[in-house]
């Protein structure tokens, strides 16, 4: 047999890799004729890839390293637990001390009456746990007809039929047959591509009455919940205008339905506290967390639920749902050494007073580019629009995407990983981030972009759609 390891030659693990391993979210051969890119090690905010070739990742993995790479602590809680108990499930009424403790700090750590905790092995499942258990509160109250989800279009929850589902992402639902019935979606609060004239704050307003609107439209006895992130993440970095959530919130504290909060990437620090819930003042009946929960070092997720709607559905019989991997001992572990880790070395809190208002100074010049239309931050997730008309904030008359493209790859040539979306870019950086990884950051930053605006114009692309 032979052995496959880092100091193979680049060509062939991407060999091997194109024959045998099928990638999320890819055109599969199209990567496969151009070549994946291996990466071998990683260690505080710099990947390191199989030709030697250090990258500064501005994107924490997928939005999940928020402790940084290589903290040998979770490597030893990782085995010592292996050693101790590698597995053991949470059915048939069996429990073990990992998982107690990490709900038990989940509880104390939550906002609210968010006292207990329904595990999964990541968001998109932990988003299906709650479609069931939103739809089985209701039914438990003697109304089973409450059963529609409100979501939002650009959402994003996750890639299972429930979770992709309950995004609100075009190119998802065109495949596989979704979404599932009983989902409803309203418009996102995308100021600067949808806001037209209104100015930002009636726009908000506007987004969030939709919620309101939509309620009347389906009958208040047929809705469940709400769901939505407090920034959405994967559909650009959309943060929404000040009078949105405040307007969302009195709207479900008006009616009754339950409001799902979806802190999958924006919990454990990534806006500067906690929870974006408290960046912004939002209450909510089920928090979906994972990713920043165990900083990426092992799968797991899960749903945080209020004292009502847990103790009505424990009073409910058997709620019949639960994964194999629900509290794995090893990842509740090392997600506990990670809360202790973030808690302990201030990480949260040097986002929110030192780190996080050194970066949003520098990323708000991004708007002086002259390829820039909008620049927004909070905490450690940030965009910028690229358009080739600032004032008229308008889109590129070529494909959304054909620029963000470009962006992309000069990112990468310049030893940065930054994403695109359409034709948004966005960071995520590791919440470690010291101001001096901020001033390389944003060196890589403004060079890529320069590197695209001259590009664009000499390709003849800057042009207004
Ligand atoms: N909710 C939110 C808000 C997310 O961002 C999920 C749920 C699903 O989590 P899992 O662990 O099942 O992936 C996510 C995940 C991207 C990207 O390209 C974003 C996510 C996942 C993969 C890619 O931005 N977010």
């Given at each position: 047999?032979?052995?496959?390891s880092?100091?193979?030659?680049?060509e062939?693990l991407q060999r091997?890799?194109?024959?045998h391993?099928m990638?999320p979210?890819?055109a599969g051969?199209?990567?496969?004729?151009?070549g994946v890119?291996?990466i071998t090690?990683?260690?505080?905010?710099?990947?390191?890839d199989?030709?030697g070739?250090?990258i500064?990742?501005?994107?924490?993995?997928?939005w999940?390293?928020n402790?940084g790479?290589?903290r040998?602590?979770?490597a030893?809680?990782?085995?010592r637990?292996?050693?101790?108990?590698p597995?053991y499930n949470?059915?048939?009424?069996?429990?073990?001390?990992?998982?107690?403790?990490?709900?038990?700090?989940?509880?104390?750590l939550?906002?609210?009456?968010?006292n207990?905790?329904?595990?999964a092995g990541?968001?998109?499942e932990?988003n299906?746990?709650?479609?069931?258990?939103?739809?089985h509160?209701?039914a438990?109250k003697?109304?089973?007809?409450?059963k529609v989800?409100?979501?939002?279009r650009n959402?994003?929850?996750?890639?299972?039929l429930?979770?992709?589902?309950l995004?609100?992402m075009?190119a998802?639902?065109a495949q596989?047959?979704?979404?599932?019935p009983?989902i409803a979606y309203?418009d996102?609060p995308n100021?600067y591509?949808e806001?037209?004239d209104?100015?930002?704050?009636?726009f908000g307003?506007e987004?969030?009455?939709?919620?309101?609107a939509?309620?009347?439209e389906?009958?208040?006895d047929?809705?469940?919940a709400?769901?939505?992130e407090?920034?959405q993440?994967a559909?650009g970095?959309?943060?929404?205008?000040?009078?949105?959530?405040?307007?969302?919130q009195?709207i479900?504290d008006?009616h009754?339905?339950l409001?799902?909060?979806?802190?999958?990437i924006?919990?454990f620090?990534r806006?500067?506290n906690?929870f974006?819930?408290?960046t912004?003042?939002i209450r909510p009946?089920i928090?979906t967390i994972?990713k920043?929960?165990s900083?990426?070092?092992?799968p797991i997720?899960?749903s945080?639920?209020c004292d009502?709607v847990?103790d009505?559905?424990?009073?409910?019989?058997?709620?019949n749902?639960?994964y194999?991997y629900?509290?794995?001992p090893?990842?509740?572990a090392?997600a506990?050494e990670?809360?202790?880790?973030l808690?302990e070395?201030?990480?949260v809190?040097?986002?929110?007073d030192?780190?996080?208002?050194?970066?949003?100074?520098?990323?708000a010049?991004?708007?002086d580019?002259?390829?820039?239309g909008e620049?927004k931050?909070?905490?450690?997730?940030?965009s910028?629009a690229?358009t080739p008309?600032?004032?008229a904030?308008a889109?590129?008359?070529s494909d959304p995407?054909?620029v963000?493209?470009i962006?992309?790859?000069?990112?990468?040539a310049?030893?940065l990983i930054?994403r695109?979306v359409?034709d948004?870019m966005?960071?995520?950086p590791p919440?470690?981030?010291?101001?001096?990884d901020?001033?390389?950051?944003?060196?890589?930053v403004v060079k890529?972009?320069?590197?695209?605006?001259?590009?664009v114009?000499?390709?003849?692309l800057l042009?207004a759609?």
């Amino acid at each position: 047999m032979t052995l496959i390891s880092n100091h193979m030659p680049t060509e062939e693990l991407q060999r091997l890799d194109a024959a045998h391993h099928m990638h999320p979210f890819t055109a599969g051969a199209e990567l496969n004729a151009r070549g994946v890119r291996v990466i071998t090690q990683a260690k505080g905010v710099t990947l390191t890839d199989s030709d030697g070739k250090e990258i500064f990742d501005a994107m924490a993995g997928l939005w999940c390293v928020n402790i940084g790479y290589g903290r040998e602590e979770l490597a030893q809680v990782a085995a010592r637990q292996m050693n101790q108990l590698p597995y053991y499930n949470t059915f048939f009424q069996t429990t073990h001390v990992p998982v107690i403790a990490l709900s038990k700090r989940l509880a104390d750590l939550a906002p609210g009456d968010l006292n207990h905790v329904f595990y999964a092995g990541s968001g998109s499942e932990a988003n299906d746990t709650n479609i069931r258990l939103v739809r089985h509160y209701w039914a438990a109250k003697g109304k089973p007809d409450k059963k529609v989800i409100i979501s939002r279009r650009n959402a994003y929850h996750g890639s299972t039929l429930g979770g992709a589902s309950l995004g609100g992402m075009q190119a998802m639902h065109a495949q596989g047959g979704l979404p599932i019935p009983d989902i409803a979606y309203i418009d996102q609060p995308n100021w600067y591509a949808e806001g037209g004239d209104s100015s930002p704050e009636d726009f908000g307003l506007e987004r969030a009455r939709q919620l309101e609107a939509k309620i009347a439209e389906l009958g208040e006895d047929n809705v469940a919940a709400f769901i939505a992130e407090p920034v959405q993440g994967a559909g650009g970095v959309i943060i929404p205008p000040s009078t949105y959530w405040p307007e969302l919130q009195r709207i479900c504290d008006a009616h009754e339905i339950l409001l799902i909060v979806d802190e999958v990437i924006c919990g454990f620090g990534r806006t500067g506290n906690w929870f974006g819930s408290e960046t912004y003042g939002i209450r909510p009946d089920i928090m979906t967390i994972a990713k920043g929960l165990s900083s990426g070092y092992q799968p797991i997720g899960g749903s945080l639920i209020c004292d009502e709607v847990a103790d009505v559905v424990n009073n409910a019989g058997d709620f019949n749902h639960g994964y194999t991997y629900s509290g794995h001992p090893v990842a509740a572990a090392v997600a506990l050494e990670n809360l202790r880790i973030l808690d302990e070395e201030n990480i949260v809190t040097n986002v929110r007073d030192v780190t996080g208002p050194y970066l949003a100074e520098k990323w708000a010049q991004l708007a002086d580019h002259p390829l820039i239309g909008e620049a927004k931050i909070v905490g450690m997730m940030g965009s910028v629009a690229m358009t080739p008309d600032k004032s008229a904030r308008a889109p590129f008359s070529s494909d959304p995407g054909v620029v963000g493209t470009i962006c992309r790859e000069n990112c990468f040539a310049n030893g940065l990983i930054m994403r695109h979306v359409g034709d948004r870019m966005i960071i995520s950086p590791p919440l470690i981030v010291t101001k001096s990884d901020i001033d390389t950051m944003m060196r890589l930053v403004v060079k890529s972009l320069d590197q695209t605006y001259a590009s664009v114009k000499a390709d003849g692309l800057l042009n207004a759609a």
